[in-house]
């Protein structure tokens, strides 16, 4: 059977069990266009909370103690759509159909007078009701409504949300103060650490997970950005949006996607990490979107093997390298002093960078070395470089 690569699928609320159809050997699409994953801008060292004592430190025998202490901060997420028009029930996801869910899903719709696109996972970061998930779980949404441990459903509104990284933040307003969690360093994380995963799977309610790191820096091929966090716990569509712990109950991953042949976990599960998450999601909350960086190039590695960095095979017209005098041929070698060694790491580069600002590109052209000042653009919508 061939590999299929798939986003965790949005799932429908309580006990529907619902798995979005996707195309063998493509991303599958919950509710809105795939998103990559993006490099996130300079990370403050305020974002984390300081390294602390595991909770679990004997092998571990229990994970008990660490849902005890993080569970009630994971939310459930369901997302709807108004109905226009439409006979309700009449659209069943292919995975409901014929299993015992089918009726529940049908007198949902019914009752609530929506189509119910799915449901999925969320953490609180703030006890306010501030909630970290992916941009595929709500961005299609027209209502969002967040489930917490003990039963309690609030309605939540879009704060912001990024496509590139597919972080979303989305703010309940709660009568009390919410149980939250903390950022913990994915940087100091290593690669067969225990990690705990959290969330909604197939819509059955909040569940955990254990497992390791399998991988760090993983390029699952979906964009130049891609720096997963690997990892075996299972985690099954529906545990989109949801967090992995350390085992200081410190959230240190997103999780965002599985490898699956069947739609369920086979152990090999990607989240995005702590460093690039939260300034993503301090800036969101702040201002609502994210602004990255744009060179207006396209690049290829492996030219000259002789010349270090990566070569220029074409300009966008009217682009920030075409202003600043960057020539197709020329070979970009480092950018403000730190060495390129491939697209990529280039593309990286700019990303991180604000729009506006200014960087020094150093250049190989034809056997000269020059520094170029360069004003750095704000990124396209849906660019490649």
Same mark, same amino acid.
């Given at each position: 059977?061939?590999?299929?690569?798939?986003? @965790?699928?949005?799932?429908?609320?309580?006990?529907?069990?619902?798995?979005?159809?996707?195309?063998?050997?493509?991303?599958? %699409?919950?509710?809105?266009?795939?998103?990559?994953?993006?490099?996130a801008p300079a990370t403050p060292p305020s974002l984390f909370a300081p390294p602390a004592p595991p909770v679990v430190s004997s092998g571990p025998l229990t994970f008990a103690?660490?849902?005890?202490?993080?569970?009630?901060?994971?939310?459930?997420?369901?997302?709807?759509?108004?109905?226009?028009?439409?006979? $309700?029930?009449?659209?069943?996801?292919?995975?409901?159909?014929? *299993?015992?869910?089918?009726?529940?899903?049908?007198?949902?719709?019914?009752?609530?007078?929506?189509?119910?696109?799915?449901?999925?996972?969320?953490?609180?970061?703030?006890?306010?009701?501030?909630?970290?998930?992916? *941009?595929?779980?709500?961005?299609?949404?027209?209502?969002?409504?967040?489930?917490?441990?003990?039963? *309690?459903? +609030?309605?939540?509104? +879009?704060?912001?949300?990024?496509?590139?990284?597919?972080?979303?933040?989305?703010?309940? %307003?709660?009568?009390?103060?919410?149980?939250?969690?903390?950022?913990?360093?994915?940087?100091?994380?290593?690669? &067969?650490?225990?990690?705990?995963?959290?969330? $909604?799977?197939?819509? +059955?309610?909040?569940?955990?997970?254990?497992?390791?790191?399998?991988?760090?820096?993983?390029?699952? &091929?979906?964009?130049?950005?891609?720096?997963?966090?690997? @990892?075996?716990?299972?985690?099954?569509?529906?545990?989109?949006?949801?967090?992995?712990?350390?085992?200081?109950?410190?959230?240190?991953?997103?999780?965002?996607?599985?490898?699956?042949? *069947?739609?369920?976990?086979?152990?090999?599960?990607?989240?995005?990490?702590?460093?690039?998450?939260?300034?993503?999601?301090?800036?969101?909350?702040?201002?609502?979107?994210?602004?990255?960086?744009?060179?207006?190039?396209?690049?290829?590695?492996?030219?000259?093997?002789?010349?270090? &960095?990566?070569?220029?095979?074409?300009?966008?017209?009217?682009?920030?390298?075409?202003?600043?005098?960057?020539?197709?041929?020329?070979?970009?070698?480092?950018?403000?002093?730190?060495?390129?060694?491939?697209?990529?790491?280039?593309?990286?580069?700019?990303?991180?960078?604000?729009?506006?600002?200014?960087?020094?590109?150093?250049?190989?052209?034809?056997?000269?070395?020059?520094?170029?000042?360069?004003?750095?653009?704000?990124?396209?919508?849906?660019?490649?470089?």
């Open positions: 059977m061939a590999r299929r690569l798939s986003r @965790l699928s949005v799932i429908a609320p309580l006990a529907l069990a619902c798995v979005l159809p996707s195309r063998r050997g493509a991303w599958a %699409q919950d509710a809105a266009p795939v998103a990559t994953v993006s490099p103690p660490l849902v005890r202490m993080v569970g009630a901060a994971v939310v459930n997420i369901a997302v709807t759509q108004d109905v226009h028009g439409q006979r $309700n029930g009449q659209r069943v996801l292919p995975s409901v159909r014929g *299993t015992p869910f089918e009726h529940k899903f049908r007198e949902r719709m019914r009752s609530h007078g929506e189509e119910m696109l799915g449901a999925g996972s969320g953490f609180v970061i703030d006890p306010d009701g501030i909630i970290v998930t992916n *941009t595929h779980v709500v961005g299609d949404a027209d209502h969002i409504t967040v489930s917490l441990v003990d039963g *309690t459903e +609030l309605p939540a509104h +879009l704060i912001g949300s990024d496509d590139l990284t597919d972080i979303a933040v989305i703010k309940v %307003q709660p009568s009390h103060p919410l149980p939250f969690v903390r950022w913990g360093d994915s940087r100091l994380v290593n690669i &067969g650490d225990w990690i705990m995963a959290a969330g $909604n799977p197939f819509g +059955l309610g909040s569940s955990v997970t254990a497992g390791i790191v399998s991988a760090r820096g993983r390029d699952i &091929g979906t964009s130049p950005f891609d720096d997963f966090l690997q @990892l075996d716990a299972p985690i099954n569509p529906g545990n989109s949006g949801g967090p992995s712990f350390n085992l200081s109950g410190q959230v240190v991953a997103l999780n965002t996607a599985i490898v699956s042949p *069947t739609g369920g976990s086979v152990g090999i599960g990607f989240g995005i990490p702590s460093e690039i998450v939260a300034p993503i999601v301090d800036e969101l909350r702040r201002n609502g979107h994210i602004d990255r960086g744009w060179l207006g190039v396209t690049l290829t590695d492996g030219g000259d093997t002789h010349v270090p &960095g990566v070569e220029i095979v074409g300009i966008d017209r009217g682009g920030p390298a075409m202003k600043a005098g960057l020539h197709i041929g020329d070979y970009i070698t480092a950018v403000n002093g730190e060495p390129i060694d491939s697209s990529r790491m280039l593309i990286r580069s700019i990303a991180a960078k604000r729009p506006a600002s200014t960087v020094m590109l150093h250049i190989r052209r034809h056997r000269e070395a020059l520094s170029i000042p360069a004003i750095v653009g704000f990124r396209p919508d849906d660019t490649g470089d």
